[in-house]
């Protein structure tokens, strides 16, 4: 009877070793290193994209056991009672619990694709319809500006008046040239006398704004060549979660008792 009580006990060690070793990634100075760490570390890496293959995995186990032998010796010398080891465990906790409630929120409150095409369609009546290339030569006082329009007359060249003259640093140096861009990319003043220019077609009279008088010149117009909604979702719905993010937290602020 003994004899086979004494081989049913090796049938079940036998057994149960395997299984122990599977839940293990190892035993490291007699206590056990789940192997729920590796799974951890190993999904923290796949989202952040990077491909966790078999040479990947086995790197993970090896740091898992290292950080088990340096945790023990931490422990060893009583630095898990030290009070800046609290406090900065304090400090991890809670930075891990206000991300979890920040991944529960955007999980709870998705973007929609109907929040998306609206937010394109906006994008798209701002700044769709016509663009201009147009050029600016642009100086602090009035009578400055009435010189330019005098020399202009008698045959200046713009873009050497620009270079001499512009108090604008990023277009005086290019002949005035602005480039490509929608009326609504500049200041009210400057848009309205643009979009009454013809194409080559000079203004007459200077045009005050903020920044000082300007002379305006179109070089050109086109319709406005805008992205897809494909093309451009995923912009669009990394800025709306953001900003829907943004808001939760303000929201939380100002609801929050604080004396």
Known sequence: MKTLLSLAAVAALS???PMAMAQNVAIV??????????DMLASQLAKSGRPVNDEVRQQIKEEVIAREVFIQEA????LAASADYKAQLELAR???????LFADFQKKNPVTDAELKAEYDQFVAANGGKEYKARHILVEKEDEAQAVLASLKKGDKFEDLA????KDPGSGANGGDLDWANPSNYVPEFSA????L???QTSTEAVKSQFGWH??????????????FDEVKPQISQQMTQQKLAKFQSDLREKASVK
Do not use: F, H, W, Y
Not at 29 to 38: D, E, L, T
Not at 94 to 100: D, H, K, S, V, Y
Not at 193 to 196: G, L
């Open 193 to 196: 006398a643009m979009v009454k």
């Open 163 to 166: 270079k001499k003259l512009s």
């Open 94 to 100: 809670q930075t891990i619990l206000i991300r979890e």
């Open 15 to 17: 057994l149960s070793a």
């Open 215 to 228: 002379i305006i010149r179109v070089d050109d117009v086109r319709d406005a060549k805008l992205p897809s």
């Open 29 to 38: 100075n007699g206590k056990p290193v789940p192997m729920s760490r590796v």
């Open 75 to 78: 422990q060893k010398r009583g």
């Open 198 to 200: 013809e194409k080559g």
